[in-house]
């Protein structure tokens, strides 16, 4: 009898304790990202506005953005990276015209958020930009892109899109 109690007490503990022990296990920094990796298509409200493919590249260490747009000829890519010495995400953006964003920030509650300085060149030579990505619980991306002129005291939503992954 005492076997068999001692048995129901491990059952009952262990796989709590195992959960307990799985809920206070941080992401691996450089996995922070890897929600966004897939095959994309990209809508406004109901309309697809474009094709997004997002890859590893060396040894999972960079991702690698390929956007196509479906109503004008664009195209852009960005790479991403974790730098460890600075505990950030940094992005680099250029479209086919050489507009590039230089990007920095972090993942934090779910969402990755990062941010240009003055450096970039897309937009007013004064402008600011913040991209956030937001996993979505049915698998779908959330991408806001927002800008700003007055040094953050008022944003403006550039793009807002739902990343659904494609049928292959």
């Given at each position: 009898?005492?076997?068999?109690?001692?048995?129901?007490?491990?059952?009952?503990?262990?796989?709590?304790?195992?959960?307990?022990?799985?809920?206070?296990?941080?992401?691996?920094?450089?996995?922070q990202f890897d929600f966004w990796v897939g095959?994309?298509?990209?809508?406004?409200?109901?309309?697809?506005?474009?094709?997004?493919?997002?890859?590893?590249?060396?040894?999972?260490?960079?991702?690698?953005?390929?956007?196509?747009?479906?109503?004008?000829?664009?195209?852009?890519?960005?790479?991403?990276?974790?730098?460890p010495k600075t505990a950030k995400w940094n992005?680099?953006?250029?479209?086919?015209?050489?507009?590039?964003?230089?990007?920095?920030?972090?993942?934090?509650?779910?969402?990755?958020?990062?941010?240009?300085?003055?450096?970039?060149?897309?937009?007013e030579p004064n402008s600011l930009h913040r991209?956030?990505?937001?996993?979505?619980?049915?698998?779908?991306?959330?991408?806001?892109?927002?800008?700003?002129?007055?040094?953050?005291?008022?944003?403006?939503?550039?793009?807002?899109?739902?990343?659904?992954?494609?049928?292959?």
């Amino acid at each position: 009898m005492k076997s068999f109690l001692i048995f129901i007490i491990l059952v009952m503990y262990i796989p709590n304790s195992l959960v307990a022990q799985e809920g206070n296990k941080t992401m691996d920094p450089t996995r922070q990202f890897d929600f966004w990796v897939g095959e994309w298509d990209v809508y406004t409200e109901e309309n697809l506005v474009g094709k997004n493919t997002i890859v590893f590249l060396q040894n999972k260490n960079v991702i690698q953005e390929n956007w196509i747009s479906e109503k004008e000829n664009f195209t852009g890519t960005s790479y991403s990276f974790y730098n460890p010495k600075t505990a950030k995400w940094n992005q680099i953006w250029i479209d086919k015209n050489g507009n590039n964003l230089l990007l920095t920030g972090t993942f934090s509650e779910g969402k990755m958020v990062l941010s240009s300085g003055l450096d970039s060149n897309m937009g007013e030579p004064n402008s600011l930009h913040r991209i956030t990505w937001t996993q979505l619980t049915n698998g779908n991306v959330k991408q806001i892109w927002e800008s700003t002129t007055d040094n953050g005291k008022s944003w403006n939503i550039q793009f807002q899109g739902i990343y659904k992954k494609s049928n292959p």
